[in-house]
Structure formats: C-alpha cells, structure tokens
T-cell receptor, first 120, second 111 residues
C-alpha cells in the first residue's frame, strides 16, 4: 500500500517551455503533498507544501510564479515549471502523506520515483 | 534552523553489518526517519522512530536513538549488494509535517 506515482519520469525540452509534473497517490487519499528538488549528489530541498483545495505554502527562496502548484483533488497534485530555463534542470520528487485532517497525524510521507527535468 | 548531518560514504563487504550515523540539532524533533534512494529513483521509507523510543528493530534493520546527544543510527545486519544505495535520515518536529533531510550517506557493498 501507500504508492505514489509521479509522471513523467524524464522530460527533455527547450528553454522557454512550461513543463507539468503530476503526483498521484494511487491507493490512498492525501490532503497534503510535498514537492522537493534534488541536485546531483545532494540532499532533498523542500520547495513547497501542497494542500488540497487551498494555496500551496512555498519555502523561502522558491518563486511561486515560477513553480505553480495545484492540488485539485485528494489524489493529485501538479507542479508546473513555467518558462523553464537550463538552471531549472534538476530531479523533482513529490511525496504524499496518507489521511485527511486529524487522521493524517500518524502517517509518514511516501515518495514518488521522481522526475528528471532537462532543459536544453 | 534545523540541521541534519551524515557521513558521506560507507563501504562494507557483503555479509558484514553496516552502521550509518546521523546527528541533528533540533531538540524538538518528534519523529526521525530513514529513507533509501537507489540511483535515479525516489525515496523508499525504511523505518522511523518516535522520539520517546531508544530503539526500534525491523528484520535486518535496527534504529538506535540517543536523544541526549541528538544522534541517530541505522544498523543493517548481513548487508547485501542490493543494499547499495544512498541512505537519508530525516527529522520532523510536528507530527509528520515538514521533513528536514540529512546530506545522505552513500553505502557501497562489495561482494
């Protein structure tokens, strides 16, 4: 159980293109999902917390107009990298925490397999 | 802010035990986790421990927590080549909210 699917797994596109990454919880509902960025041989950096039905909470230094997050349902969150440039190339990973409201308080985060984004 | 540190690299022989260490600074950490990341993949939750516990064992995995020293360790018994990966410790201080990750330890298991 607790499977998180991320799509696409790898995308290569030209500079200036907008890219959408999907994160789905397949066998559970998740009020909260998280988006991370990972540079080569480095740790994960939390970009934003995605809350179903409300605005995402962005970490300091992350441009919310650059990285648009939508969490329209309890099983889907999307991250759109707008007008992507080579410096946006990275490995993006989402996670989801099972449960809704108070029931989520005892559930750890489960991660997707990541999306490798390469901007030419 | 919170800081989580790990040694960068560990090399062991197949069949030996591996011990991966982690230190953290946030004294209000509630939960501490160990995740495994294989090349090009996401993170797999291995185990986690609540801060009022000293030890947790799950098959080949043993987690030890020294809350006084803010030190967490993961012991893998009978390490196999399939255990080669990067291991991240992480902490959170408010019931599975934001995770703060360590730098990751690359474990290499040789035959």
């Amino acid at each position: 159980g607790a499977v998180v699917s991320q799509h696409p797994s790898w995308v290569i596109c030209k500079s200036g293109t907008s890219v959408k990454i999907e994160c789905r919880s397949l066998d559970f509902q998740a009020t909260t999902m998280f988006w991370y960025r990972q540079f080569p041989k480095q740790s994960l950096m939390l970009m934003a917390t995605s809350n179903e039905g409300s605005k995402a909470t962005y970490e300091q230094g992350v441009e919310k107009d650059k990285f648009l997050i939508n969490h329209a349902s309890l099983t889907l969150s999307t991250l759109t990298v707008t007008s992507a440039h080579p410096e946006d190339s990275s490995f993006y990973i989402c996670s989801a925490r099972p449960g809704q409201g108070a029931s989520r308080s005892n559930q750890p985060q489960h991660f997707g397999d990541g999306t490798r984004l390469s901007i030419l | 802010g919170e800081d989580v540190e790990q040694s960068l690299f560990l090399s062991v022989r197949e069949g030996d035990s591996s011990v991966i260490n982690c230190t953290y600074t946030d004294s209000s950490s509630t939960y501490l986790y160990w995740y495994k990341q294989e090349p090009g993949a996401g993170l797999q939750l291995l185990t986690y421990i609540f801060s009022n516990m000293d030890m947790k064992q799950d098959q080949r995995l043993t987690v030890l927590l020294n809350k006084k020293d803010k030190h967490l360790s993961l012991r893998i018994a009978d390490t196999q080549t399939g255990d080669s990966a990067i291991y991240f410790c992480a902490e959170s201080n408010s019931g599975f909210q934001k995770l703060v990750f360590g730098t990751g330890t690359r474990l290499l298991v040789s035959p």
